[in-house]
T-cell receptor, first 114, second 108 residues
């Protein structure tokens, strides 16, 4: 079965550079979530989209932006990168807004800022 | 807002049973989920409880008491591959809020 695909899997950037992370949700899933997870930390919610519209926002820095495209893939854009942005970034998707809908996570993008 | 509390670490012996507790404070509570995450891997959905009681899925069971704002994950017949972090989580609007996670160590 198709899963959530994230690219790239690993990314190394220098401070003040820009990074773009991509997420391809499971087909026919209408909700996409982005999470940031530091070492030994819980996943922190950044932002979500429902039917290509931003639906909820967490502790996402102003330097970050995200969007969902007509084909439902989503991109997280991160500018003016800082060392503290080094983390695992997960994308997840779910197939409905029912509260018991399971969210499926991609394998993540490991971003290292040097 | 939402907050979830769970122990940071639990240690158990292979073949034994372990229980990971979670207490929560949240507005608009719908149900409690559990996720497993191995080092460097993605969170994987384990279970969901919307109603009070016990839900069993193979070696894993999850319990919820809405009146006590409390739930737990029960893992039986522990195997070394169960060594991972376990997160309780609640759904709120279009986001999933995770607890801090419980690191499960399994001794041979």
């Amino acid at each position: 079965a198709a899963g959530v695909i994230q690219s790239p899997r690993h990314l190394i950037k220098e401070k003040r550079e820009t990074a773009t992370l991509k997420c391809y949700p499971i087909p026919r899933h209408d909700t996409v979530y982005w999470y940031q997870q530091g070492p030994g930390q819980d996943p922190q919610f950044l932002i979500s989209f429902y039917e290509k519209m931003q639906s909820d926002k967490g502790s996402i820095p102003d330097r970050f932006s995200a969007q969902q495209f007509s084909d439902y893939h989503s991109e997280l854009n991160m500018s003016s990168l800082e060392l503290g942005d080094s983390a695992l970034y997960f994308c997840a998707s779910s197939g409905g807004r029912a509260v018991n809908t399971e969210a499926f996570f991609g394998q993540g993008t490991r971003l290292t800022v040097v | 807002g939402q907050s979830l509390e769970q122990p940071s670490e639990v240690t158990a012996v292979e073949g034994a049973i372990v229980q990971i507790n979670c207490t929560y404070q949240t507005s608009g509570f719908y149900g409690l989920s559990w996720y497993q995450q191995h080092d460097g891997g993605a969170p994987t959905f384990l279970s969901y409880n919307a109603l009070d009681g016990l839900e069993e899925t193979g070696r894993f069971s999850s319990f919820l008491s809405r009146s006590d704002s409390y739930g737990y994950l029960l893992l039986q017949e522990l195997q070394m591959k169960d060594s991972a972090s376990y997160f309780c989580a609640v759904r709120a609007d279009d986001k999933i809020i995770f607890g801090k996670g419980t690191r499960l160590h399994i001794l041979p």
